[in-house]
């Protein structure tokens, strides 16, 4: 591999533009790391693409001359996703932030991979329309489907496979490719569109999405439900979902990460175990479906079952939950943010987040459990020193505890966050099977293994 020097020349010369190459310190600091403990690493040098061909002029380059290379968007991954293990080139798309177009008669949008969330929401907005998936960071769409983002939203919506139409995206070398099309589904041929969503950017760096949009709802409320242990919200969770309640949103919180957040947000919700469950749509349906969410929850013991229906009150209650990892984060000043998630089938999820409330305290350990328990999503946020042995290796014993009791259960060792180079013994676990194939896959995208290396896969 040339020299940073060298390289940022020849950079430098394929874009036609000095500007967008940095080796600078500062710039090279911000793309070394993630929002969690996982140790930084910079890269030799920055690049800002403003355009598919910018990126297959980055990606020609860089596989001639055998350089990593690793996508970079917000930097709000979770899995150490964007750090540059092994140096080269951090690809930073944030500046292909162009709206491409909207279409209310086909309900679609199309965006380069820069694009935030909210920036998103806002123009959609203007249409009447919404685009559903809402991982809680303003995190770029490229971004969100690389590593197939979820969120509060998904027992109604689904994850971002479920609502990218088509892409387009650049492999090593410089090629340019087109998965999908605008049409709501496909039967032709081999789902690669499915799997560019998330691979991690470990296959190839995607460029431009053609996203689902769907009409704002006519009316949205939610109830706010407070019980007196886990395992009766996880319940009533799983009761609400199979009983055919067509929720957007059912969210849990528990104790701990409720205290958490009435320091932190200035709130005074009741400390103990709570699901927020948000219901929208027609008025009629509305009420039938928050008839059906009371009763359910009263049928568990609810503690406390209060209705938001202003819609400032519904939306400081969800950045209440979004806010979720930066309470945490404040109730442990000092330390890093380390968050795992695992998924099981929703007749396990009572049973899992009482294992993982139970292994979290008998360690000692700062955090809380939250999920999204419509769809069986544990997470678990935790504070951890990096540099206190005895503390790290608690938690890296906490998280393999966990893979394992949500794979005993059925589950996977990720439902949303992904594997990246946190979680490739977990994946290697639960599908040891497969990874031989997996690695072909790799092979086959990128011979030369320069798409951000040390991720999803170990090192062969």
């Not at 292909?96 to 820069?114: E, F, K, N, W």
């Not at 995190?139 to 939203?153: C, V």
């Not at 945490?328 to 007749?347: E, F, I, N, Q, Y």
Request: proline share 6%; net charge negative.
């Amino acid at each position: 591999m040339p020299g940073a020097e060298a390289l940022r020349e020849a950079l430098a010369g394929a874009l036609g533009d000095p500007g967008r190459v940095s080796t600078g310190e500062s710039e090279r600091d911000l793309h070394a790391a993630d929002m969690t403990f996982h140790r930084p690493h910079r890269p030799d040098v920055v690049v800002y693409a403003a355009s598919t061909a910018d990126v297959a002029a980055v990606l020609a380059l860089a596989d001639e001359h055998r350089i990593p290379v690793t996508p970079f968007g917000a930097g709000s991954s979770l899995e150490g996703h964007v750090i540059p293990l092994a140096g080269g080139i951090s690809l930073d798309l944030t500046r292909m932030d162009r709206i491409l177009d909207v279409s209310p008669a086909d309900l679609t949008a199309t965006v380069q991979a820069g694009v935030t969330r909210t920036a998103l929401e806002r123009e959609a907005a203007k249409h009447g329309l919404f685009f559903p998936v809402d991982p809680g960071a303003d995190a770029t769409l490229g971004g969100m489907a690389a590593t197939n983002a979820a969120g509060t939203t998904t027992v109604r919506y689904g994850k971002m496979r479920a609502n990218v139409l088509a892409l387009e995206a650049v492999l090593p070398g410089g090629r340019v490719v087109r998965a999908g099309s605008r049409a709501p589904k496909t039967s032709a041929g081999y789902d690669l569109l499915g799997l560019l969503v998330g691979s991690e950017g470990t296959l190839g760096v995607i460029t431009e999405l053609t996203l689902r949009l769907h009409g704002i709802p006519e009316q949205a409320v939610v109830l706010r439900l407070s019980f007196p242990d886990l395992e009766p919200a996880c319940r009533a969770a799983t009761a609400i979902v199979a009983a055919g309640a067509g929720v957007t949103r059912a969210e849990l919180i528990d104790g701990w990460t409720i205290a958490a957040l009435n320091a932190h947000q200035g709130t005074d919700l009741p400390v103990g175990p709570s699901l927020f469950v948000e219901a929208a749509g027609s008025a009629g349906t509305v009420a039938s479906d928050l008839e059906l969410v009371r009763a359910v929850a009263e049928s568990e013991g609810a503690l406390e079952v209060v209705a938001e229906r202003d819609p400032t009150a519904r939306t400081r209650l969800w950045a209440a939950r979004h806010a979720a990892a930066y309470a945490v984060a404040a109730a442990a000043p000092g330390k890093r943010h380390r968050s795992t998630d695992v998924c099981v089938p929703l007749s396990q999820l009572a049973g899992a987040v009482s294992f993982a409330r139970g292994e979290l305290e008998r360690r000692g350990l700062v955090g809380g459990v939250v999920g999204h328990a419509g769809d069986g999503n544990v997470h678990i946020g935790l504070m951890v020193d990096p540099d206190d042995p005895v503390e790290l290796a608690a938690s890296d014993e906490l998280v393999e505890l966990l893979v394992e009791d949500a794979l005993a259960r059925g589950g996977t060792c990720t439902g949303e966050h992904g594997v990246g180079l946190g979680k490739i013994h977990a994946l290697e676990r639960e599908h040891g099977d497969l990874v031989p194939l997996m690695r072909e896959l790799k092979r086959v995208f990128d011979p030369n293994g320069i798409m951000n290396p040390g991720k999803v896969l170990a090192p062969a």
